[in-house]
C-alpha cells in the first residue's frame, strides 16, 4: 500500500490531453513539494516535473504538473504513442521522514 | 559525463545479506548526494535512503532502518549499500541516482543502470 495514491491506468488517444492525479496527506503532500517521474519499459525513470511544477531542461513543455493541498496531477497534453509509460508521483513525508512514491500509473496511447 | 555504474547482479540466499556498488564519474563525487531506490518485479518505486558522500551522512527509510547500510569510499568515487536479513520479498532491481543541487530533496538528474538483486532459497 503506497503513501501516495494513484489510479493503476489511464489512456489516451494520439493528441488527446491526460491527466493523472496523485493524492497524498498533509504530512507529504500538504506539507512538501510533488515530483512526477516517468519510467519508460525495463529503463531507469526519469525525473518529468519538480517542485510541483517546475520541469528539467529537456523536458518537453506538453507535460505540466499542479497542486493542490493534498493532492497533485501531472498533465499530458498532445499525447504521443511514446509517452506509453509508467508515471509515479513523489514527495518527502514529514511523519515518515523519507521520500514516498505512488504506486504509479501506467498510461495506455490506444 | 556523468555516469553511474552499478555492480551486477546477485544471488542471495534468505537471511544473507548483499552489497551493491554504485560508481560515480564525470562529476565532483562529494558534490552530490545519492538516492537509492528499488523496485520489485512488476511493482512500484521504493525510496531505501540518500547518502551525503562527503561525509556519510546517511538518511534511511524507516521501512529499512536496522537492515539497510549506506557507505561512501571517496578515494574510488563509489557509494555502496549494503541490505541485511534478506528476504524473499526484497528481490527487486536497486538504483542508485544522482540528487542535483537545486530542484529539492525528491529530485534525481542521473540514475545507475540498476542491479537485480534476486532472493531465493
Known amino acids: 500500500q503506497s503513501v501516495l495514491t494513484q489510479p493503476p491506468s489511464a489512456s489516451g488517444t494520439p493528441g488527446q490531453r491526460v491527466t493523472i492525479s496523485c493524492s497524498g496527506s498533509?504530512?507529504?503532500?500538504?506539507?512538501?513539494?510533488v515530483y512526477w517521474y516517468q519510467q519508460l519499459p525495463r529503463t531507469a525513470p526519469k525525473l518529468l516535473i519538480y517542485m510541483n511544477n517546475q520541469r528539467p531542461s529537456g523536458v518537453p513543455d506538453r507535460f505540466s504538473g499542479s497542486k493542490s493541498g493534498t493532492s497533485a496531477s501531472l498533465a499530458i497534453s498532445g499525447l504521443q504513442s511514446e509517452d506509453e509509460a509508467d508515471y509515479y508521483c513523489?514527495?518527502?513525508?514529514?511523519?515518515?521522514?523519507?521520500?514516498?512514491f505512488g504506486g504509479g500509473t501506467k498510461l495506455t496511447v490506444l | 559525463q556523468v555516469q553511474l555504474v552499478q555492480s551486477g547482479a546477485e544471488v542471495r540466499k534468505p537471511g544473507a545479506s548483499v552489497k551493491v556498488s554504485c560508481k560515480a564519474s564525470?562529476?565532483?563525487?562529494?558534490?552530490?548526494?545519492i538516492h537509492w531506490v528499488r523496485q520489485a518485479p512488476g511493482h512500484g518505486l521504493e525510496w531505501m535512503g540518500i547518502i551525503n558522500p562527503s561525509g556519510g551522512t546517511t538518511s534511511y527509510a524507516q521501512k529499512f532502518h536496522g537492515r539497510v547500510t549506506m557507505t561512501s569510499d571517496t578515494s574510488t568515487s563509489t557509494v555502496y549499500m549494503e541490505l541485511s536479513s534478506l528476504k524473499s520479498e526484497d528481490t527487486a532491481v536497486y538504483y542508485c541516482?544522482?540528487?542535483?543541487?537545486?530542484?529539492?530533496?525528491?529530485?534525481?538528474?542521473?540514475w545507475g543502470q540498476g542491479t537485480l538483486v534476486t532472493v531465493s532459497s
Open positions: 513523489a514527495s518527502w513525508d514529514d511523519s515518515l521522514n523519507g521520500v514516498v
Open positions: 541516482a544522482r540528487k542535483p543541487n537545486r530542484g529539492g530533496l525528491v529530485a534525481t538528474d542521473y
Open positions: 498533509s504530512s507529504s503532500i500538504g506539507s512538501n513539494t
Open positions: 564525470g562529476y565532483t563525487f562529494t558534490s552530490y548526494h
